[in-house]
């Protein structure tokens, strides 16, 4: 095979004939005397005599050609050449098509050929089996075991799942983006040639160093990627929440170490965290009960009943003190205790309760020279003006609004209060004005 291998089907892969330029057909001869590169003859000009600088007409010669029998007495070793040079091209299993291509043999002798000599020979199998062996043992004590992960999802190119992911491509396991997407640019007009000069070689060689050195910072962040598994951040944000909010507080501050302390040791920390915040409070809830006097846990479950049914009345005195606001007034009255019974029915009251303190409401805003108000169109100003609420301030909660619900595919009441930190009525008819003009869309 080492001497297949030396012979090519392709005349433009050995050089042309020193004395003739043509290109060179076997047979040929070469010089084994000259070279390297190695000097060689066709039969023409060998004949004829012919000297070049070194090379003598009384030198040693050898005859190139392969026209000689390898593996099977009917097939010569250009034969071979060209069967797999065909197989290559065409593919495993078209042999039509091989054959076509060699013009020498048929259908049925290229497939019964290739067959026993190449796919079921043994001497090749038993090779094989060795390389595989050994390459098993050398690796054997610095491989890395591999775990796969979670399959992540596959959502189509450009929604919004797929720029949640950063253009993930799970198939690939690559990006459409990468980090420092531009490094190769510094590369491309690069060329080393014999002429550079050393400041200018050694300029290349700096060059593509810094390339080497971003590409590991590339590799070096999709580890951490991989390994914490941030590709599905809906499901790395479902297991996030299942925290009390102060432990989901240190996640967030954390979560930029997580890449010096591993994911597995990560974790640990932040489940160490969380039975930490466990029994703090459970400390707490038995130095309340100390502190009142128990001595025992059949005292303390007659304690926290009490405490409830204690919660309870004072909360129904605050209703009662509510009630007797509007007891002066019949008309107040009779709407309050409706939508009391609205509420406690489960449906949203629908019918305002008027305030009999004798205070009148508030004038709405004006408008005039507040910064961002030209940015408003006529619905967002009389929004701002009932609600008495800044332009500025509008405009804020309007895009973090609309922010979120990009990125969760909807937005319910109580999220759009725990990002906006004002009046929770403020809230209701700011949420409610952009549903209605269709710039967010309800969870």
């Known amino acids: 095979m080492e001497r297949l291998a030396s012979f090519s089907s392709d005349p433009f892969d050995k050089p042309p004939c020193r004395g003739c330029s043509s290109y060179l057909t076997e047979p040929y001869v070469k010089c084994a005397e000259c070279g390297p590169p190695p000097f060689l003859l066709c039969l023409q000009c060998f004949t004829r005599g012919f000297e070049y600088k070194k090379h003598q007409s009384d030198h040693t010669y050898e005859i190139m050609t392969s026209d ?14 060209s069967l797999l040079e065909a197989v290559m091209d065409c593919g495993f299993g078209n042999w039509q098509d091989v054959a076509n291509q060699m013009c020498t043999k048929s259908k049925e002798e290229c497939e019964k050929h290739y067959m026993k000599h190449f796919i079921n020979n043994p001497l090749f199998a038993s090779t094989l089996l060795k390389l595989k062996q050994a390459e098993e043992a050398q690796h054997h ?5 591999f775990h796969s992960a979670d399959d992540p999802p596959r959502p189509t190119f450009d929604s919004l799942l797929s720029r949640d992911m950063a253009g993930y491509m799970p198939a690939r396991a690559d990006f459409v983006e990468e980090f420092d997407n ?5 590369l491309r007009d690069i060329d080393f040639v014999e002429d550079d000069s050393d400041i200018l070689h050694a300029l290349k060689i700096a060059v593509v160093d810094i390339y080497h050195s971003r590409l590991k910072e590339r590799q070096r962040r999709k580890k951490i990627i991989r390994d914490h598994g941030l590709i599905n951040l809906r499901k790395f944000q479902i297991l996030e929440r299942r925290y009390p909010k102060e432990v989901q507080e240190l996640y967030e501050t954390m979560r930029r170490f997580a890449r010096i302390l591993g994911p597995l040791e990560h974790d640990k920390f932040i489940e160490s965290h969380a039975l930490e915040f466990e029994l703090r409070r459970e400390i707490k809830r038995l130095q309340e009960y100390r502190a009142a006097g128990i001595t025992n846990f059949c005292s303390a479950r007659t304690y926290e009943h009490l405490k409830k049914s204690r919660d309870e009345e004072r909360l129904k005195r605050t209703m009662l003190s509510e009630v007797l606001q509007y007891i002066q007034d019949s008309s107040a009255c009779q709407q309050w205790l409706s939508r009391q019974a609205d509420i406690d029915s489960g449906l949203t009251p629908t019918v305002p309760v008027p305030s009999t303190t004798g205070r009148r409401s508030a004038p709405p805003l004006n408008l005039t020279g507040l910064p961002g108000t030209e940015k408003l169109n006529e619905k967002e100003k009389e929004l701002c003006q009932m609600v008495r609420l800044v332009p500025g301030a509008y405009l804020e909660y309007k895009a973090a609004l609309v922010n979120e619900c990009n990125k969760q595919g909807g937005l319910r009441l109580a999220q759009a209060r725990a990002l906006i930190k004002i009046d929770v009525n403020k809230t209701r008819k700011i949420y409610d004005f952009l549903i209605r003009e269709g710039y967010i869309t309800k969870a």
């Open 68 to 81: 000689f029998p390898v593996l099977d007495p009917n097939w010569t070793a250009q034969e071979e050449m």
């Open 141 to 145: 004590e610095t491989a890395i075991p």
């Open 182 to 186: 531009y490094a190769e640019w510094d």
